[in-house]
Every structure is written in C-alpha cells, then in structure tokens.
C-alpha cells in the first residue's frame, strides 16, 4: 500500500492566517491526490482534486499543488468555518490511502 | 447533491456482524457505472477505505479486510450494503459511505466527491 504522511498533525492559528499542510507519498504517484475536509457530524467535504483541481462550490482561499511525492494544501485567509481536519488521499492505486490528519485549531 | 444516507445500527457486540446500509437519494444508483464506497474512521485514527462496488456487483476490497468484509448492491432499492464480520472493539469507527466523482474510477483516480454524514458503530459487549 502507498503511505501517505501528513505534517504538522495538529495547528493552531488565527483567522485570517495562512495555513499550508503537507503531505508525502511513499512512492511517486504523478498528481493523484485528492484533499478532505471533516467535521464531526458532517459529511466529508472534497476540496481539492488531481493535487490542484478546485473542487466545484470551494472557497479560492484553498489551493493546492506538488505532484511525484510532495503536496501542499494552502489556505490563504483562515475563516472561522475552517476550523476542521483535513486529509489527503492518494488515487494513484488500490488500495486508495489517507493520510494522518491535520487539525486546524485555533 | 447527491444525497447518501447510512443505517445506523449503533451497537454490535463482538464476533457478530456488523450490517450497514447506504440509501442513495436523487439519483439511481445503476445510472452511470460508479464505485459506490464504504470507509471508515476509527476513534484517534485517519480515514480508511474499505471497499467499493459497482451496480453489476463488481466489487473490490482492501487488503487488510478482505476476508471479513461482504459489500453487495440492491438496484431495486438504490442500496448497496456492508458486511463485517467477527468484529473486534478495533471496527469501532464512524463508517461512511460515499460515491466518486466520476464513473469507471476504481483502480486509478477515485475522488470521494459525494458522502453520507456518517454512522457511528460501536462494538462492545
């Protein structure tokens, strides 16, 4: 299986800051790489897609980029509804990984 | 939108059978060739995929379940279903189940674009 690590596992910031959470496959997987956010109680949320795609219905202040092993997802100007946990995910073969999470606190 | 609603079935005792179902909403399940999806996410821990299926019954699992885990579809319902078995206080989780963004994507470049909002199944005695 292809191991996805996230960094940090856990934030804390303001509104309004920038926030940038990485990821690292195990192995190089093109741009196949997709970014989550969850909230107790609530559907996960696609964001990003193809390590760069916006997601239909996304703020812009999300971004994302890299491809081979290393990604980043960037949050511009931190809003009060982005407080959550994010996730990257590998679709570059079965069987589709997570990373760890990363927490946005405040 | 697309509508997902897991059973919830709340508490399984160990050893049993842990059944979930997923109802699909504003859309039929056998309307494009989807790989409608099961993960999960365990207490402290990330998100794990458990498996996906398709409206023929083409199914495919992760390794590390494969030989507990039973993932079937119900076109006249617009269901399809989870089966674990001998479950363990470690199947403890909130179990989703999802839809991809586009159709045909099981192999390669699965998007989980469409989600319930999630069940949370207990196993204890």
């Known amino acids: 299986d292809i191991q996805m690590t996230q960094s940090p596992s856990s934030l804390s910031a303001s509104e309004r800051d920038r926030v940038t959470i990485t990821c690292r496959a195990s192995q190089t997987i093109s741009t196949y790489v997709n970014w989550y956010q969850v909230k107790k109680g609530r559907a996960p949320k696609l964001l990003i897609y193809g390590a760069s795609s916006l997601h239909g219905g996304v703020p812009s202040r999300f971004s994302g980029s890299g491809s081979g092993t290393d990604f980043t997802l960037t949050i511009s100007s931190l809003q009060p509804e982005d407080f959550a946990t994010y996730y990257c995910q590998q679709s570059f073969s079965l069987p589709p990984t997570f990373g760890q999470g990363t927490t946005v606190e405040i | 939108q697309l509508p997902l609603q897991e059973s919830s079935p709340g508490l399984v005792k160990p050893s049993e059978t842990l059944s979930l179902t997923c109802t699909v909403s504003g859309g039929s399940i056998f309307s494009s060739n989807y790989y409608w999806g099961w993960i999960r996410q365990s207490p402290g821990k990330g998100l794990e995929w458990i498996g996906s299926?398709?409206?023929?019954?083409?199914?495919y699992y992760t390794p590390s379940l494969r030989s507990r885990v039973n993932i079937s579809v119900d076109t006249s319902k617009n269901q399809f279903s989870l089966n674990l078995k001998s479950v363990t206080a470690a199947d403890t989780a909130v179990y989703y189940c999802a839809r991809p963004l586009t159709p045909n994507t099981v192999l390669r470049g699965v998007i989980w674009a469409f989600w319930g909002q999630g069940t949370l199944v207990s196993v204890s005695s």
């Open positions: 299926i398709d409206y023929r019954g083409s199914a």
